[in-house]
C-alpha cells in the first residue's frame, strides 16, 4: 500500500479511525489524526500512555496489506461506549 493512501486517510475531513493490517497478522488502529505519521517507507503509529512510557510502532508499509475503517460501536445510554 502506498504512503499517499495511508496519508490520504490521515488527513480527511472529518477523520474516520481506521485499521492498518500488516502481512504478520498485525493489526493497529488508528484512532486519532495527530496518532499516525508517514514517512518514505514506513507508517509509524503513536500509543500515548499516562501510566508509561509511550508506545510508537513503526511498519514498513511493504508490510501493509490493507487498511479498513474501523467499526463504530453505537453508544450506550448515558453517553458511555
Partial sequence: ??????RELIRAQPFQPFEVHLSSGGVYQVTHPEQAFVTGASLYV????SEKEDHVVRCSLLHV????YAERRPKKKGGKP
Avoid: A, H, L, R
Fill in 1 to 6: 500500500m502506498s504512503g499517499d493512501s495511508i
Fill in 65 to 68: 496489506t490493507g487498511v479498513e
Fill in 46 to 49: 503513536w500509543y500515548p500512555d
